[in-house]
């Protein structure tokens, strides 16, 4: 006979957890293209609610009932990228292409006006009217300049503000590129995506874990950091349901629709035991 307390079974959870975000079209089948990275630790918590029926003198509960179930997910991710940066700052999933860095060097002096700065031969073509551009010396981020293009001609671009700190492309090597800026407070409406947890199992190497099919941003962005450590910050989401509608013919959780009615907000993948 086994001792007080002993195991039931082997599955103890430990080990590197990756968490994946996309579009509601991906729920159940996300890849690793979608992981939001380097993660500290991940947690799901879901949370019942109920109400009691007291009755008798002294009163005894009689009976309860569950009147509320919510999922929620909160991970502490480790990469300020900026796909992560706007998933915490409620703008959803880029469904776009990642954008592509673009960079270059200023190789002659800033023209007299301050307005226009010429860039390395042949790499003009790779800015685009519009951009805003971040330009700086090697080694001197503190004499930083944004400013928008306004005009290319060839390998000259014209600035529609100017520089902030002058810079001379003789003097210093001058680096510029493309701000793929993050929009801060441009949030009008609540954005959806679909959720995973993936882990390897400690005893059997299999892939166990989490997929939920629709969540929303449920916390906010904290930008943090110091000297003397890595900086991390707090993903939380909230775990919905779907409506009927959203998984019917032609919608973006069609291809769910034998699995949801069973697993309304979403599942547990795991073995037999």
């Known amino acids: 006979m086994a001792k007080l307390g002993s195991a039931q079974t082997k599955k103890f959870s430990i080990g590197t957890a990756e968490v994946?975000?996309?579009?509601?079209?991906?729920?159940?089948?996300?890849?690793?293209?979608?992981?939001?990275?380097?993660?500290?630790?991940?947690?799901?918590?879901?949370?019942?609610?109920?109400?009691?029926?007291?009755?008798?003198?002294?009163?005894?509960?009689?009976?309860?009932?569950?009147?509320?179930?919510?999922?929620?997910?909160?991970?502490?991710?480790?990469?300020?990228?900026?796909?992560?940066?706007?998933?915490?700052?409620?703008?959803?999933i880029d469904g776009g292409a990642a954008p592509v860095d673009i960079s270059s060097l200023v190789v002659t002096d800033v023209l007299l006006d301050g307005t226009a700065v010429d860039v390395t031969p042949g790499e003009g073509a790779s800015f685009t009217v519009g951009d805003v551009v971040v330009i700086y010396p090697d080694g001197q981020p503190e004499n930083v300049s944004v400013d928008i293009i306004?005009?290319?001609?060839?390998?000259?671009?014209?600035?529609?503000?100017?520089?902030?700190?002058?810079?001379?492309?003789?003097?210093?090597?001058?680096?510029?590129?493309?701000a793929?800026?993050?929009?801060?407070?441009?949030?009008?409406?609540?954005?959806y995506f679909a959720v995973s947890l993936v882990q390897a199992e400690n005893s059997t190497g299999r892939p166990v874990g989490f997929n939920f099919w629709k969540a929303a941003l449920g916390g906010s962005m904290?930008?943090?950091?110091?000297?003397?450590?890595?900086?991390?910050?707090?993903?939380?989401?909230?775990?919905?349901?779907?409506?009927?509608?959203?998984?019917?013919?032609?919608?973006?959780?069609?291809?769910?629709a034998t699995i949801i009615p069973a697993n309304p907000t979403g599942m547990y993948m795991g073995g037999a035991d």
Do not use: C, W, Y
Not at 59 to 78: C, F, G, K, N, P
Not at 157 to 163: F, K, R, S
């Open 20 to 92: 994946r975000l996309g579009p509601l079209a991906s729920a159940g089948r996300l890849t690793q293209a979608n992981s939001i990275g380097l993660v500290d630790s991940a947690t799901v918590e879901v949370t019942q609610t109920s109400v009691d029926l007291k009755g008798g003198f002294p009163q005894q509960i009689q009976d309860t009932a569950v009147t509320e179930q919510a999922t929620t997910m909160s991970a502490t991710l480790r990469e300020m990228s900026r796909r992560n940066l706007k998933i915490l700052l409620g703008e959803g």
């Open 222 to 256: 904290t930008f943090a950091t110091n000297a003397t450590d890595f900086a991390s910050n707090d993903l939380s989401l909230k775990i919905l349901q779907p409506a009927n509608s959203e998984f019917g013919a032609g919608k973006d959780l069609e291809h769910l």
């Open 180 to 191: 793929n800026q993050v929009a801060i407070g441009a949030v009008t409406q609540t954005n």
């Open 150 to 178: 306004t005009t290319i001609s060839t390998d000259t671009l014209t600035l529609e503000n100017g520089l902030a700190v002058p810079v001379t492309g003789t003097a210093d090597t001058v680096h510029i590129f493309v």
